[in-house]
């Protein structure tokens, strides 16, 4: 690899960037920094994966708080309901491969949606289900609430 690109990777990375995308347009593949333009390409998968495992725990938090605290509903927590569900929504329509891994992200989300619902509620953790219990349909279904 070209130090010159390594250094600037490191240096300026939105520089970096931008030249690597200069290249690419002018079909110079001879000069692209592949190793470090892999592991970027490699990052923005991975980035989008844990965007939407955040946004399905938010999702779940908010469900065991409407399901376990029903005399606390807010709009806000509606709000966040309904916002969750589209963002998820759209995030699959542009990347239907993470579909295939959607319930492991659901289990896992849900492990972490209860330990920041026991923060939020003053709940103990024994209070929330073990185990997840809706499924990925009533998760996603844009008129279920617990």
């Known amino acids: 690899?070209?130090?010159?690109?390594?250094?600037?990777?490191?240096?300026?990375?939105?520089?970096?960037?931008?030249?690597q995308a200069a290249l690419l347009q002018a079909h110079d593949f001879e000069r692209l920094d592949l190793p470090n333009l892999i592991e970027e390409?490699?990052?923005?998968?991975?980035?989008?994966?844990?965007?939407?495992?955040?946004?399905?725990?938010?999702?779940l938090m908010h469900l065991l708080k409407c399901q376990l605290q029903p005399q606390r509903i807010t709009r806000g927590w509606i709000g966040t309901i309904v916002e969750q569900r589209k963002r998820i929504h759209k995030a699959l329509k542009k990347m239907p491969s993470l579909r295939a891994s959607l319930d492991a992200s659901i289990a896992e989300a849900y492990e972490d949606a209860i330990e920041f619902a026991v923060l939020e509620t003053g709940l103990p953790k024994p209070a929330f289900p073990a185990v997840l219990p809706w499924s990925t349909s009533q998760i996603l279904e844009e008129d279920f609430f617990p």
């Not at 690899?1 to 030249?19: E, G």
């Not at 390409?41 to 999702?59: D, I, P, Q, T």
Request: hydrophobic share 35%; no cysteine.
């Open 1 to 19: 690899m070209d130090d010159h690109l390594n250094n600037l990777y490191q240096a300026d990375f939105y520089r970096w960037l931008h030249h």
């Open 41 to 59: 390409v490699e990052s923005m998968g991975n980035n989008k994966k844990h965007e939407l495992e955040h946004r399905l725990e938010v999702l």
